[in-house]
């Protein structure tokens, strides 16, 4: 089709950043458009509900769960013009082979998740999918202690409960994680 060109476009940045409104309104965008639109989520991510996409304010959007990032291909139709995924971080690598498929049969892709685990590491597939964007968003809360701008989340001490500090997923919103600037987080850590 002349004209029809796929992009990968990527939202990042550490939690409480607003990843998931972005990417509800660039669904929303899309739909004004009337382009037809999928979402999926990772399996993992059942914080608020199994088959939407709920972000921190209680907007929601429905998403196909999968368990892993091969699986979309399988829901992609001939007329699927915008795919949009949240929490990536919880996907394995092949979701930057995927994303590329999605693209090279001109699909518009809109991908969402964590940069930087609760250590301030990489987290996951973001570092190659933000290699492999033509577009990306990184996007930042507000430090809770400071005020200043928050790119890193931490996982509240308190909450830890025995859990111990190699395991990287524990899925929680206010109660276990806080946005940090560098700062505060590295004074924490
Ligand atoms: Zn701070």
Redesign the pocket.
């Known amino acids: 089709m002349p004209g029809k060109k796929g992009s990968i476009w990527v939202l990042c940045g550490c939690m409480f950043a607003q990843k998931t409104s972005r990417l509800q309104d660039l669904v929303r965008r899309a739909e004004i458009a009337r382009l037809n639109w999928i979402s999926f989520k990772p399996f993992i991510e059942q914080r608020y509900s199994p088959d939407r996409i709920v972000s921190h304010d209680g907007r929601q959007m429905n998403a196909i769960v999968i368990q892993r990032a091969e699986e979309i291909l399988a829901y992609i139709r001939e007329d699927t013009q915008v795919v949009a995924i949240d929490e990536a971080q919880f996907l394995n690598d092949e979701i930057i082979n995927v994303v590329i498929t999605l693209a090279s049969r001109g699909i518009q892709v809109y991908i969402a998740g964590l940069d930087t685990d609760f250590r301030g590491l990489p987290f996951g597939p973001i570092p190659g999918l933000l290699a492999i964007a033509q577009r990306v968003e990184k996007l930042t809360a507000i430090?809770?202690?400071?005020?200043?701008e928050?790119t890193r989340t931490i996982r509240l001490p308190q909450n830890e409960g025995g859990v111990n500090d190699e395991e990287t997923i524990i899925v929680g919103g206010k109660e276990v994680y806080e946005p940090?600037?560098?700062?505060?987080?590295l004074k924490a850590r």
């Not at 430090?143 to 200043?148: N, Q, V």
């Not at 940090?180 to 987080?185: A, G, I, S, V």
């Open positions: 430090c809770t202690l400071c005020g200043e928050a940090r600037c560098l700062e505060c987080f």
